[in-house]
């Protein structure tokens, strides 16, 4: 399978996704719960109303999201393998990532299931903050520090399973054993996403209150 077809496959599931918790989460009643001892009835319905007028944005955008994701994950991998092999492995790494990335479909479907059918009594902030299997659910999110939450939710089994897909299509890559694999994506795709943290806990610093 090509890797033009694999990434419509990705983006095509990434969007059937988003569609259902779209139409089933994100409710006119959750609104107005959310908001309805900040705001008036008139203002949430602007929330409302606006938020369906512009969502074909987040259609639009996803694939474009994915596609840098992707590229900056494959970069960092290519990176970690020229200092291995000597070599700049592009289209090789970005096949790795890209096939690695369908990890990240389960925890979508994972948060609809579990407040369509568990949680059934939510808050639009409890929708955002939810991430399934991670370090956060251990903790109540309302007592953490802003800028623990993302590093706290990016500590989940996916994001291991994900490491571990990495390594897997590295060592296919450059003909090694897991372990040496595994080094290389600490080195590269591991550095990059401890600089990409670093980045979101300084902006959420900044722009907390």
């Not at 990434?7 to 994100?26: A, G, P, T």
């Amino acid at each position: 399978m090509s890797k033009q077809t694999i990434f419509i496959l990705l983006i095509v599931l990434q969007i059937i996704s988003l569609l259902v918790s779209n139409h089933i989460l994100l409710s006119e009643n959750l609104y107005f719960n959310t908001f309805a001892e900040q705001l008036t009835y008139e203002q949430i319905e602007n929330i409302i109303n606006e938020g369906k007028k512009w969502e074909w944005v987040s259609y639009v955008v996803l694939p474009i999201l994915t596609l840098i994701k992707l590229t900056l994950v494959a970069s960092c991998l290519s990176i970690g393998l020229f200092f291995v092999t000597n070599t700049f492995s592009f289209k090789a790494t970005f096949r790795v990532a890209l096939t690695a990335e369908f990890v990240f479909l389960i925890p979508p479907f994972l948060k609809i299931l579990w407040f369509a059918l568990f949680q059934t009594d939510y808050t639009l902030q409890d929708l955002q903050i939810f991430y399934p299997l991670s370090a956060l659910n251990f903790f109540d999110y309302t007592t953490v520090q802003p800028w623990l939450i993302y590093p706290l939710q990016l500590l989940n089994v996916f994001e291991i399973i994900y490491w571990v897909l990495l390594a897997r299509g590295v060592s296919q890559v450059i003909e090694r054993d897991m372990p040496q694999s595994f080094e290389v994506v600490l080195a590269s795709y591991g550095t990059g996403l401890v600089l990409w943290v670093a980045v979101v806990m300084f902006i959420t610093v900044s722009f907390t209150p």
